[in-house]
C-alpha cells in the first residue's frame, strides 16, 4: 500500500502571546512542530505499512526550516519525505496550498492520501478535502478508526459525527482526514532520528513542479487578509471565595438570571 | 499583488514593525526591511504609515463581471428529516447582508422528504428557497451534495454563500470552493458587507489569539463556513412571504463513492451534540469518577444543555469523542457554558473562550480558568453544584 501524508510545521499555539502594549502576536521563542493532528496520519501511515507492506511518502509545503518535521514524519517510520520551498509558493491561501501540494501528489502513485484533520494554526480544516477534490478521488474527514479490507481495494473508516461516528466504505484510492483517536502517534527512537537522515529527502521548487507562479501562492490564492487584529481580551467577572454552597449557588443563579442565560 | 517600498520618503519613524503581526518588518539602519517570506500582504503597514511609503498593488477587478453574482445564499443543512439550526441563524444574519446589498436571500434545502421546511425559511427571512428533494440526499454524502450545491451556484451565480460551519458544513464546503476554484474562509464569527460592496469575514487564528479579516476580492461567489451558535435567530414572521422552487438534480448511483454501512450513536438518550448546543455543562479531572458525571448531567438537564468534558474525561473514556471541548475536541460558543473542575488549561481555553457567558466552580482559587470565567465560585463542585441545582429548581418552579 502506498500512503502519501501531507503534513505541516505549525508553532506550538498554545504559546503563542499576544503583547499587550503592541497587540501584536510574540512568535519569538514559539516553538514549530510537527501539526498535532498530522501525527496521527504519520502514524496511521506508518501502520498500514506495517501490516501490508508498501511506502510512506510524506509532504510538506513551506519554508526550508520545515525539513524538520519531514525529518521528524521519517524519524517515526515514513519512507522518503518532499519538501515543497519556493518564494513563489509563500502566502498561500488554503485553495492555493491545496492546488500546489495537488500538483506534486498527481506526480506520484499512491492508494491513499491522509492528512490531520485541520491544522492547529490555520483551524481551516479546508486543505484536507481541497486536495481529494482536485485529484478527483473521494474523501472521507474526521476518521477515528481505519482498517483496509483483505484484497486491499477499500477501506473502512469511522467517521466521527456530533452524535458518534458512521462507518464508512470507500474505494482506493481515497483521502482521509485523521482526528484523535485514531491512533497514539510513536515517539521517534534514536535509531529511527539517525536513520532519517539518510532517508531521501526531496526538495521541489516552482520550476521542478512545473507549475505557473500565477496559480500559486499568494498570486493565486483567491483570498487575501485584509487585517489583522488582536480580540478583544477576556476578562474574569465575580469570583467568590469562602462562601457556603447556598449562599454562593444563590448568587450565581441571581447573576445569571439578571444576564438572561436563564 | 505586490508591495512597494519607497525608502526615500520613509522617515524611518518606526511604526510599521509595531503593527506587523507577521515579524516581516525590521529596523534596518534608520530605514526598515521587509522579510517577503514572512510578509503576507495583509496591509496594516500600509494603513499605518504617515508618508504613504507603503503601497500595496493587487489585482484590478473586472466591475462588470463581479456585478453579475446578486443575492446572499444560505446552503441549509439538514439532519435526520429537520433542518438545522445553524441554518435558521445564518438566514437571519443573510437577510442583514442582503438588506445592506439590496439584493434577495435565498436558502438551499437539500435533503430527502425536507421540504416542508421551505416555509420556515422563509418566514426567517428568506425570498426564495431552492428545494432539491430526492432520495439520493436522505443522507449525506459529500459526493451527491458537492454535485448538488455546485450545480445550484454555477449557473445562478450569487454574490455570497454561507454553510454552517458543523461537521458537515466544513465536508463539503472545501469540496465546493475546490471543484469551482473559489476563495473559502472557514469558521468566520463575524461577517460585514464593506463599502466596495465586499463580503468582510471574520474569524479567529493562532488558538483565538488573533483575529483575521478576510476578503475574496476577484472570485465570486464569496463562500464562508459561519460557527453555529454565533449568530442569533430572529422571531419568525408567519406572514412573511416567498417563493418556493423545486429543483431536480440528478445523481448517478455512480456517482457516490463512500457508503454509509452504519450509524452509531454515542450519546445516551436524551443526550446532546456539544456542536449546537446553547448551554454545555463541561466537566474536567475534577469529576473524578465517572458514576460522578450523573451530577452535571443532572444540571443539564435542568438547562436543557449538552455535557461535556475536557481532555482527561474523554481520553478516560467516560464521554464520547464527540463531547470533548479543546485543542484537540471541538470549539464551542454556547450562551452559557460551565466549567465544573476544569482548571483551564490553554488548550481548553482555546475551545471554550468565545462562549457567551461562562461560569467556572474549582477548588484552587488560582486556577486560570477564573481568569476567564464571568462568575467563578472557589469550591467543591460536589457542594456547589447540588445547590445550584437546588436554586435553579426552586426558579423554576417560581415561574
Known amino acids: 500500500m502506498k500512503v502519501i501524508v501531507p503534513v505541516k510545521q505549525v508553532p506550538e499555539v498554545a504559546e503563542v502571546r499576544i503583547n499587550p502594549e503592541t497587540g501584536t502576536l510574540i512568535r519569538?521563542?514559539?516553538?514549530?512542530?510537527?501539526?498535532?493532528?498530522?501525527?496521527?496520519?504519520?502514524?496511521?501511515?506508518?501502520?498500514?505499512?506495517?501490516?501490508?507492506?508498501?511506502?510512506?511518502?510524506?509532504?510538506?509545503?513551506?519554508?526550508?526550516?520545515?525539513k524538520e518535521v519531514l525529518l521528524k514524519a521519517l524519524a517515526m517510520g515514513a519512507d522518503k519525505a518532499i519538501l515543497l520551498t519556493d518564494r513563489a509558493f509563500a502566502g498561500a491561501d488554503t485553495w492555493a496550498t491545496a492546488r500546489t501540494l495537488s500538483e506534486q501528489i498527481k506526480k506520484m502513485e499512491y492508494d491513499l492520501v491522509i492528512c490531520g484533520k485541520q491544522a492547529i494554526d490555520g483551524d481551516t480544516a479546508q486543505v484536507g478535502p481541497e486536495i481529494a477534490e482536485l485529484l478527483g478521488i473521494p474523501q472521507v474527514c474526521y476518521v477515528r478508526h481505519l482498517e483496509v479490507e483483505e484484497d486491499g481495494k477499500f477501506v473502512v473508516v469511522h467517521r466521527g459525527t456530533d452524535e458518534g461516528y458512521e462507518v464508512v466504505r470507500v474505494k482506493l484510492p481515497a483521502l482521509l482526514t485523521a482526528t484523535k483517536g485514531l491512533n497514539e502517534p510513536r515517539l521517534p527512537n534514536i535509531m529511527g532520528i539517525m536513520k532519517a537522515k539518510k532517508k531521501p529527502l526531496?526538495?521541489?521548487?516552482?520550476?521542478?513542479?512545473?507549475?505557473?507562479?500565477d496559480s500559486i501562492g499568494l498570486k493565486g490564492s483567491p483570498t487575501t487578509v485584509r487585517k489583522v487584529f488582536a480580540p478583544e481580551r477576556r476578562k474574569g467577572g465575580i469570583k467568590i471565595e469562602g462562601t457556603d454552597p447556598k449562599a454562593a449557588a444563590k448568587k450565581l443563579v441571581e447573576f445569571l438570571a439578571s444576564k438572561g442565560a436563564i | 499583488?505586490?508591495?512597494?517600498?519607497?525608502?526615500?520618503?520613509?522617515?524611518?519613524?518606526?511604526?510599521?514593525?509595531?503593527?506587523?503581526?507577521?515579524?516581516?518588518?525590521?529596523?534596518?539602519?534608520?530605514?526598515?526591511?521587509?522579510?517577503?517570506?514572512?510578509?503576507?500582504?495583509?496591509?496594516?503597514?500600509?494603513?499605518?504609515?504617515?508618508?504613504?511609503?507603503?503601497?500595496?498593488?493587487?489585482?484590478?477587478?473586472?466591475?462588470?463581471?463581479?456585478?453579475?453574482?446578486?443575492?446572499?445564499?444560505?446552503?441549509?443543512?439538514?439532519?435526520?428529516?429537520?433542518?438545522?439550526?445553524?441554518?435558521?441563524?445564518?438566514?437571519?444574519?443573510?437577510?442583514?447582508?442582503?438588506?445592506?446589498?439590496?439584493?434577495?436571500?435565498?436558502?438551499?434545502?437539500?435533503?430527502?422528504?425536507?421540504?416542508?421546511?421551505?416555509?420556515?425559511?422563509?418566514?426567517?427571512?428568506?425570498?426564495?428557497?431552492l428545494v432539491v428533494d430526492d432520495k439520493a440526499f436522505a443522507d449525506y454524502t459529500t459526493d451527491a451534495y458537492t454535485i448538488a450545491v455546485t450545480s445550484l451556484i454555477a449557473p445562478r451565480k450569487p454574490a455570497i454563500v454561507l454553510f454552517g460551519a458543523t461537521g458537515n458544513g466544513r465536508d463539503l464546503a472545501p469540496r465546493v470552493a475546490a471543484r469551482l476554484g473559489l476563495g473559502l474562509t472557514a469558521d468566520c464569527t463575524g461577517l460585514e458587507i464593506d463599502d466596495k460592496r465586499q463580503l468582510v469575514q471574520i474569524?479567529?487564528?493562532?488558538?483565538?489569539?488573533?483575529?483575521?479579516?478576510?476578503?475574496?476580492?476577484?472570485?465570486?461567489?464569496?463562500?464562508?463556513?459561519?460557527?453555529?451558535?454565533?449568530?442569533?435567530?430572529?422571531?419568525?414572521?408567519?406572514?412573511?412571504k416567498g417563493t418556493i422552487e423545486k429543483v431536480e438534480v440528478k445523481i448517478n448511483p455512480v456517482q457516490i463513492r463512500t457508503r454509509v454501512?452504519?450509524?452509531?450513536?454515542?450519546?445516551?438518550?436524551?443526550?446532546?451534540?456539544?456542536?449546537?448546543?446553547?448551554?454545555?455543562?463541561?466537566?474536567?479531572?475534577?469529576?473524578?469518577?465517572?458514576?460522578?458525571?450523573?451530577?452535571?448531567?443532572?444540571?443539564?438537564?435542568?438547562?436543557?444543555?449538552?455535557?461535556?468534558?475536557s481532555r482527561p474525561v474523554v481520553d478516560a473514556g467516560w464521554l464520547p469523542p464527540s463531547q470533548q471541548v479543546g485543542q484537540s475536541g471541538r470549539t464551542v460558543c454556547p450562551k452559557l457554558y460551565f466549567a465544573l473542575g476544569i482548571s483551564g488549561a490553554i488548550q481548553h481555553r482555546i475551545g471554550m473562550s468565545s462562549s457567551d457567558v461562562i461560569v467556572a466552580v474549582n477548588k484552587d482559587p488560582e486556577a486560570p480558568i477564573f481568569e476567564i470565567a464571568d462568575f467563578g465560585i472557589v469550591g467543591d463542585l460536589f457542594e456547589v453544584v447540588p445547590a445550584v441545582i437546588e436554586e435553579l429548581k426552586n426558579l423554576q418552579s417560581e415561574r
Open chain 2, 1 to 129: 499583488m505586490v508591495l512597494i517600498y519607497d525608502k526615500e520618503k520613509c522617515t524611518g519613524c518606526m511604526l510599521c514593525p509595531k503593527v506587523c503581526n507577521f515579524g516581516a518588518i525590521t529596523k534596518d539602519g534608520n530605514k526598515v526591511r521587509f522579510d517577503f517570506d514572512k510578509c503576507v500582504l495583509c496591509g496594516s503597514c500600509q494603513e499605518v504609515c504617515p508618508v504613504n511609503a507603503i503601497k500595496i498593488e493587487r489585482k484590478a477587478v473586472d466591475k462588470d463581471k463581479i456585478a453579475q453574482y446578486k443575492d446572499v445564499w444560505v446552503v441549509c443543512e439538514t439532519a435526520e428529516g429537520r433542518v438545522r439550526s445553524v441554518a435558521y441563524e445564518l438566514v437571519t444574519k443573510a437577510r442583514v447582508l442582503a438588506d445592506n446589498l439590496r439584493e434577495k436571500v435565498v436558502a438551499v434545502l437539500i435533503g430527502s422528504d425536507t421540504s416542508s421546511y421551505a416555509e420556515s425559511l422563509i418566514q426567517q427571512g428568506a425570498d426564495k428557497v
Open chain 1, 202 to 213: 526531496e526538495e521541489v521548487t516552482v520550476t521542478t513542479l512545473g507549475i505557473s507562479p
Open chain 1, 28 to 66: 519569538e521563542g514559539v516553538p514549530s512542530i510537527l501539526n498535532p493532528f498530522d501525527e496521527y496520519a504519520v502514524e496511521a501511515a506508518i501502520q498500514l505499512k506495517e501490516k501490508l507492506g508498501g511506502e510512506v511518502t510524506v509532504v510538506t509545503m513551506g519554508p526550508p526550516q520545515a
Open chain 2, 203 to 240: 474569524r479567529p487564528a493562532f488558538g483565538g489569539n488573533i483575529m483575521a479579516e478576510i476578503l475574496c476580492p476577484y472570485t465570486r461567489p464569496q463562500m464562508s463556513t459561519v460557527r453555529p451558535n454565533v449568530f442569533k435567530p430572529r422571531e419568525r414572521d408567519v406572514s412573511r
Open chain 2, 261 to 309: 454501512v452504519n450509524r452509531v450513536k454515542e450519546l445516551a438518550e436524551g443526550m446532546k451534540p456539544i456542536d449546537t448546543a446553547d448551554v454545555i455543562v463541561c466537566s474536567g479531572r475534577g469529576i473524578k469518577d465517572p458514576a460522578n458525571l450523573a451530577l452535571p448531567t443532572e444540571l443539564a438537564k435542568l438547562l436543557d444543555a449538552a455535557v461535556g468534558g
